[in-house]
Structure formats: C-alpha cells, structure tokens
C-alpha cells in the first residue's frame, strides 16, 4: 500500500516541500519502542499488583517454593547417608574381626584411605549456585565415598569368604588327630637311642604303645600313596598324601585296610596295630612331614581328641545341621 508513496512535509524556512526519507522505517522503530516499554510498564504493575493477570509470578513463585523443598530434600539425603557412613564404618570394623578370623591381615586406615580415596570434584550444574550447588556438590562427593567403601567391603567379604573355603579344606587335610589309641612319650621325636640297635639315630615320629590289632586311623583327609610291606625296619606301613605339602606315615602295622590311590577322611580306619619290622614290641610309629621335611607329630594332635572320638564328634555336627 505504501510501497510507491512518497511522503513529504512543507518548510516554513524554505517556503517548500521536503521529502521525509526512511519513513516508514522510523515510524516502524517506534512503534516497537513504544511497545516494548508499554509491556514492561504493564509487566511491573502486574508483579507488584500480585500477577492478576497471570503472566509468570505465580509460576515463579512455584518454582522457589520447589527449590527451597528440593534443597531440605537433599540436606536431609546428606543426614541419612551420613548414618550409612557410620554403618558402614561399624560394618568395617566387624570385617576386620572377620579377616583375623580367617588367618587375614587386618584393612587398616591407610589401606581404607588409600582404597576409598578423596572426594572427587563434582560436576558443575550450570543451573545452580550459591546454597544450592554447594549442597548437590556435596552430596555427591559423600554419595562417591560411600559407592567406593561398599565396593571394598564387598571385595573384603569376598576375600574372607574365599580364605575361609579354603582353610576348611585345609583343616580338613591336615594330620591333627591322634591316629591311635595308646601311651606315647612326648620326647620321642629326635635323636635317640634304637632300642634294638642300641645306637644313636634319629628318630623321625613318636611310637604310640598299644596291642596288636588295635585300630589305626587317618590323621587327615587325604590319598593313598603307598600300602603294604617294605624292605627296611619300618615293616607294613601305610603313607598318605593329604595335600598342603603335608604326607603322614603309619609304620610296624599288622595289617593294612587300604590301597594305593584310595581316597580317604579323617577319623576313617587304614590298618590295624603290629610289630612288623625292626621293633622290641607292638606299638605304632607315626611320622608328619611338611614339604618333605619331618615334623614333631605331637605338634599336630590332642590327647583328649583321639580317633573315635573324633568320628563320633564329627557325625553328630553333621546330623545337627
């Protein structure tokens, strides 16, 4: 419409008319102007009258309530992760009982530290400050802690639980009982005097006395390695390999209840009391070695937990689980 027009103006000093370049143009600018500052007039009235017109101030108003909850919201997540803090600490404590319980050194402070670590930097939200984004800062940083020390408590339980499989099985072999019944000498085990060669040697077992027949017992879960009569002085003799390094020897027997390659537990019935080889009379010779390297046998067993005992304290915990 007015694309083509031209608008002009009359001069009182030229006595003429003048074209009004850009007209269009100014009266446009400010025509937005005036709006812009009618809006904002219109604006700040509204906020100071309550929004009745309902242009913002209500949802700014929801949106610092909503702020001010979510704040309380996450101080009180902090007080509540605070008590799992001191829970876990407890659970820590009980761990470490735990891993001395199962032959396991102990996590120290400097261990836990090292393994939990400082808090990490936080990410930054750009749409909080101040109160706000130090309280989300951290909470994060105590969240971050918390995942790392369940983490290594859960790797420690796991470690206890994995020694403690272990040492079952390894009690389980270990030569610890009494093999039979009789009267033995504390001081047998070491240099001696043969009572049949009437020379100084060594003495790599404890003879325990007692008659011919009476029942000789594994001292350890283990296998069969050798059963039957040998060559030297030791007679008919059973060995067994429990594993762990350790062997155990059963020698001057009157008879063998056994074969090579046998599995067999503890507490079960290998061979019978003799006087086979070179012996002044019936008694058992029982030897335990470690990585080949002889141990005193008394070191491994109780008098007052023999054989039989054993066997009969063994089927009733497995009949009370």
Not at 212 to 232: L, S
């Amino acid at each position: 419409m007015f694309r083509n027009q031209r608008f002009f103006v009359f001069s009182n000093a030229s006595l003429d008319l003048r074209e009004i370049k850009f007209f269009r143009t100014k009266m446009l600018g400010t025509g937005m102007l005036l709006t812009a500052v009618l809006a904002g007039v219109v604006f700040v009235v509204n906020l100071l009258a309550g929004d009745v017109l309902g242009i913002g101030y209500g949802a700014m108003s929801v949106l610092s309530n909503e702020n001010r909850l979510l704040k309380e919201h996450i101080q009180d997540l902090g007080k509540q992760m605070q008590l799992v803090q001191g829970a876990l600490d407890a659970l820590s404590e009980k761990g470490n009982e735990l891993r001395l319980e199962a032959d396991l050194q102990r996590i120290d402070d400097d261990t836990r530290a090292v393994a939990i670590g400082g808090a990490r930097q936080a990410s930054i939200n750009p749409f909080l400050t101040g109160e706000a984004s130090a309280i989300l800062a951290e909470s994060q940083a105590l969240i971050e802690r918390l995942s790392r020390e369940v983490k290594l408590q859960q790797q420690s339980y796991a470690e206890v639980r994995s020694r403690m499989e272990y040492n079952r099985d390894f009690f389980s072999h270990l030569p610890a009982i009494k093999p039979m019944a009789g009267h033995y000498t504390v001081g047998g085990f070491g240099m001696r005097l043969h009572p049949v060669l009437h020379v100084w040697r060594m003495h790599y077992g404890v003879d325990i006395i007692n008659d011919v027949g009476v029942n000789v017992y594994a001292a350890g879960d283990g296998e069969v390695h050798f059963a039957g009569r040998t060559q030297g002085g030791l007679g008919v003799l059973v060995e067994l390999r429990h594993g762990y390094g350790y062997t155990s020897l059963y020698a001057h027997l009157s008879q063998v209840n056994v074969r090579s390659g046998q599995t067999v537990k503890r507490g079960e019935v290998i061979g019978r009391c003799g006087r086979t080889g070179l012996v002044s009379g019936p008694h058992l010779h029982f030897e335990v070695r470690r990585n080949g390297v002889s141990q005193n046998p008394v070191d491994y067993f109780f008098d007052d937990i023999d054989a039989a005992r054993y066997r009969t304290m063994l089927a009733q915990a497995i009949a009370s689980r």
